[in-house]
């Protein structure tokens, strides 16, 4: 599963609202996905606060460890 997926599962958010928080369109994050685009470098701070990860979390491998706040 693709890691901008995973952790956005994790956090519990659909598409929608992971969209409509980050102030983008769905299709956006579908496309993040999928592998279709990515994110700019300076929106990924903004998407790990809200996926409750941090950056690096999305191009490390293994298991993924959520962070307690």
């Known amino acids: 599963m693709n890691r901008f997926k995973l952790f956005r599962v994790l ?3 659909s598409q929608k609202q992971a969209a409509d ?3 983008v ?3 956006s994050v579908w496309q993040w996905e ?3 685009t990515y994110p700019k470098a300076e929106r990924l701070p903004e ?3 809200l ?3 941090s950056v690096g979390d999305f ?3 293994g298991d993924p460890v959520r ?3």
Request: contains cysteine; charged residues 30%.
């Open 11 to 13: 956090a519990e958010l």
């Open 21 to 23: 928080k980050l102030g």
């Open 25 to 27: 369109k769905q299709v």
């Open 34 to 36: 999928h592998g279709v």
């Open 47 to 49: 998407i790990a606060k």
């Open 51 to 53: 996926y409750g990860c």
């Open 59 to 61: 191009f490390e491998g």
């Open 67 to 69: 962070k307690k706040s």
